[in-house]
């Protein structure tokens, strides 16, 4: 039996080898892609976009209630385990100047660019009972993301999607003045341009014994938003610096995923520069994948414990 994957936050649920028996009682046409590999261990094949996507439908379902959840093919599959660790490190982040883990509908969050798929959202809502909006400049992800909720009419009430008008902005548009954020979370496009991205899929499929693709993926799937903007994940990061001084006050703990370590050296000189106050360096690890989290904010301590969504 594989090992538990100890480098997963301690509350992850999916610290814990996959139970594929239990997984396909929730999803049958899962079984069709379930094997036992040459290390006698009982897997999918990772590098099938159509495995990975019923893997998480019965992820989502059995261990969140999360009914008939689908992607259009085009769009990036998401890898729960990792998903979730983002969102139990947020809630560490928010305990800090609580006696405990800040839960319930009171603690609103902002996800950027939720695409199709609406994860953090979905794994925010179950895990900590958080109020969530998920929002992207691309109408028909959004529109997918409607599709789950109305699948989940339980979530309508706490999980609301918004369209970002203009690429150029990444809060304005979204925040509304008087609103209050507790967090903003964002999983930002990594890739520089197209052909970066399909070198990434390459590397990535030939690393899953896929090289002879003649076809390449991108990502498994993703849209060019989802996948690579100009400048990268550098400067979109930037970009989400920048613009986040004009919401110092709407936004507790602004927070990002930077995959790139090299990055880190700039991004926390422009947040010095902007005069933010205090900032984190949150590592994460799922498997050989190695991450973290960049968190700023504009509150100072004393005054953190009594900021509240609105």
């Not at 261990?63 to 998401?78: A, G, M, T, V």
């Not at 610096?241 to 422009?270: M, P, R």
Request: with cysteine; glycine share 6%.
């Amino acid at each position: 039996m594989a090992a538990e994957k100890s480098s997963l936050h301690t509350r992850n649920l999916h610290r814990d080898p996959y139970d594929f028996e239990q997984l396909i009682s929730c999803v049958p046409e899962l079984k069709h892609y379930v094997f036992v590999n040459a290390h006698q261990t009982v897997t999918i094949n990772f590098s099938i976009p159509k495995a990975v996507k019923l893997l998480n439908k019965a992820l989502l379902l059995h261990f969140y209630s999360i009914k008939d959840w689908d992607i259009p093919e085009i769009n990036l599959c998401p890898p729960i385990p990792g998903r979730a660790d983002y969102i139990h490190y947020l809630a560490d982040l928010l305990a800090d100047q609580h006696p405990e883990i800040p839960t319930g509908t009171s603690v609103k969050g902002l996800d950027i660019g939720t695409g199709a798929n609406l994860i953090y959202p979905l794994l925010a809502n179950r895990s900590y009972g958080w109020t969530m909006t998920g929002t992207d400049i691309n109408k028909d992800s959004l529109g997918n993301a409607q599709l789950i909720l109305n699948q989940n009419p339980d979530l309508s009430s706490f999980i609301h999607v918004k369209q970002q008008p203009d690429s150029n902005h990444i809060f304005k548009n979204i925040i509304d003045p008087g609103e209050q954020f507790m967090f903003s979370m964002c999983n930002p496009p990594f890739h520089d341009s197209e052909e970066s991205a399909l070198k990434g899929s390459f590397r990535k499929r030939k690393g899953l014994g896929q090289s002879k693709s003649r076809k390449p993926l991108l990502n498994f799937g993703g849209q060019q938003s989802e996948l690579w903007c100009e400048g990268g994940e550098l400067a979109f990061i930037s970009k989400m610096i920048e613009e986040s001084s004009s919401y110092s006050s709407q936004v507790l703990w602004f927070t990002c995923l930077v995959s790139k370590g090299d990055n880190l050296h700039k991004l926390t000189a422009l947040i010095k520069k902007i005069k933010a106050v205090d900032f984190k360096i949150i590592d994460m690890a799922q498997g050989q994948k190695v991450s973290r989290i960049l968190a700023w904010t504009f509150v100072p301590e004393m005054d953190r414990s009594g900021f509240k969504s609105q």
